[in-house]
């Protein structure tokens, strides 16, 4: 979080904006809102004071003498030539008078086109404007509220600026918006609401009131990049020079956010999972939108806020893909490295026939884990596989597990009368009501009946296990050959089974929730009654880490 004492005095009044970023992000980021500062006030200009006088307010092009900026009687004194010039341009800077207003105050309302043509440096202009556009919203006792164009119109975005920055962020569109979707939004206003609009240049040529359209764009570009943006209100334009390219990339990838603080204390711990072959565990945090992340068996805990409850959660190389519901909408959120692609996911709750309250319920148990099937992502919500890519139910999917390639996961399916599953041979059927549980490499256990389990690899036949009417299988791990790891119908007693015996796993019982198998590594996350998960390696039946708790 951005300390308010680390600005320079010239940041001072948008710190409470800035405080959504880091330290270094928001002193790279002052520039910019400076500038957008200066623009919007020229362009709302005089007639923006329509009351009795309440002292000052932002900065203005245009004032009296006794309001010029000590910066440019300084200007005046040093370089009287460029003072002259930017005199008679219009690009002085003077205090620019507050009033106050016994009228109604509606809200500031901000319309952003999150569309391709608004990718990259035009992101950033967007960014600075709504920090801008908060800070005069607050100082006018208004509140800000944020809507993307292309979303429902009237599905508004409230609540404080970091929560709206982090669902801005989210919110990139496939297409660009038409003019007919800002009439639907702004038709949905209340006649003393003050509404922006934050655009390219395309969408702006084509609105009939452009007095308070923000039109931006890359301007002048480098070996790297662009350096220079564009940005236009009214008649009136500044060219923006940008912040540098790392970080641009921050800001653009989410990771100039304001995040909790890391450490081995992340507060209360639940429902731990093993979404992937990396050597990371993942439990929910304090409350549905929180996830934690921890390395094993080293690593410090991290906590990661979404902008809405987390359902699902994979690793993809050094990435943290999270699925998240925001406004009704299933999205994906990506922490680490961008990827391709991701921002276009977006599958409304009513698409896949699920319900907020679906949701909320979702949203107290472990997190699914997701995987990635070609161009295609697959997700389990609500007892059933999805392809989030086209918003398709795979009603024929069993089990799900990871494989060899990141892209190329392990798969259990029905065809026709029986179940095939990858990696085992054709002639293995495996009926139609079996319970599948799909291990490392090609291992795969079965139920037959009640209280049998059928344990295959590609080899052939492992053999046949017996375990208690309603116990729960965890996973098959592979432990001096493959066996089933179960839990007890009470909830309590671990137990390893295969066809050569029973052993009851003393250490790792008593748990609160069920234990968490690791796909591809004999481990087992075990979350305590004292608030700790401890993490097993069965293989030698000892501790291989302890992630602590607050709670």
């Known amino acids: 979080m951005t300390d308010h004492r680390s600005l320079p005095a010239s940041l001072t009044p948008w710190a409470p904006a800035l405080s959504a970023l880091t330290s270094d992000v928001a002193l790279a980021m002052g520039p910019l809102v400076r500038r957008i500062d200066e623009l919007f006030s020229g362009a709302e200009g005089a007639g923006a004071a329509d009351g009795h006088p309440d002292g000052y307010d932002g900065l203005a092009p245009r004032g009296t003498i006794e309001r010029l900026l000590p ?7 040093e370089l009287p030539d460029e003072f002259v010039r930017r005199a008679a341009g219009g690009e002085l800077l003077y205090l ?3 009033s106050r207003s016994a009228a109604t105050r ?9 569309g391709p043509g608004q990718l990259g440096a035009a992101r950033l202009v967007q960014l600075a404007a709504l920090v801008v556009l908060h800070r005069r919203a607050a100082s006018h006792g208004r509140s800000l509220v944020l809507g993307v164009l292309g979303e429902r119109p009237g599905s508004w975005r409230d609540g404080d600026l970091a929560k709206q920055l982090a669902g801005w962020l989210l919110a990139r569109r496939a297409a660009d918006p038409e003019p007919s979707t800002v009439r639907e939004w702004t038709e949905r206003l209340d006649a003393a609401d003050q509404a922006w609009v934050l655009t390219g240049p395309r969408l702006a040529s084509e609105l009939t009131d452009r007095r308070r359209v923000l039109v931006s764009h890359e301007q002048e570009w480098g070996v790297d990049g662009a350096t220079t943006a564009r940005a236009v209100v009214g008649d009136r334009h500044l060219d923006l020079p940008l912040p540098p390219g790392d970080v641009a990339l921050r800001v653009l990838r989410g990771t100039a956010f304001r995040s909790a603080p890391v450490g081995d204390a992340v507060g209360p711990l639940r429902t731990p999972t093993f979404p992937s072959t990396a050597p990371y565990l993942l439990t929910r945090g304090d409350g549905p939108a929180q996830v934690v992340s921890v390395r094993v068996p080293t690593g410090r805990p991290r906590r990661h806020h979404l902008p809405g409850p987390a359902l699902a959660a994979s690793w993809l190389g050094r990435r943290l893909v999270v699925l998240s519901c925001v406004e009704e909408t299933l999205r994906l959120v990506v922490i680490g490295k961008a990827l391709g692609g991701t921002q276009d996911v977006a599958v409304p709750l009513a698409t896949i ?3 907020v309250a679906d949701v909320e319920a979702a949203a107290q148990g472990p997190l699914s884990p997701l995987y990635f099937l070609g161009g295609d992502l697959l997700c389990a919500f609500g007892g059933v596989w999805w392809n989030l890519s086209t918003g398709r139910a795979l009603s024929a999917y069993v089990a799900v597990a ?5 892209d190329d996961p392990r798969l259990a399916w029905r065809g026709g009368t029986d179940i095939r599953a990858t990696g085992l041979p054709v002639a293995v059927r495996i009926p139609t009501t079996a319970r599948v549980v799909l291990g490392a490499g090609s291992r795969t ?3 037959v009946g009640d209280a049998t389990w059928r344990i295959h690899d590609a080899s052939g036949p492992v053999g046949d296990v017996t375990i208690e009417r309603g116990t729960t299988v965890v996973g098959l791990a592979d432990i001096d050959g493959p066996q089933l790891v179960t839990l007890s119908s009470s909830g309590l007693i671990v137990r390893l089974v295969s066809p050569a015996g029973t ?8 748990g609160v929730g069920a234990p968490a198998l690791h796909p591809s590594q004999p481990w087992l996350a075990v979350p305590r009654p004292d608030g700790l998960i401890k993490i097993a390696d069965l293989t030698t039946n000892q501790v291989l880490r302890t ?3 607050t709670g």
């Open 503 to 510: 052993r009851t796993l003393t250490r790792w019982s008593g």
């Open 547 to 549: 992630v602590r708790s």
């Open 402 to 406: 990871p494989g060899r390639q990141l």
């Open 96 to 98: 620019a008078s507050a």
């Open 445 to 447: 256990a079965w139920s």
């Open 353 to 355: 026939g699920r319900s």
């Open 71 to 77: 910066s440019q009687v300084q200007l005046l004194r």
């Open 106 to 114: 509606g809200r500031v309302v901000v319309l952003v086109d999150t």
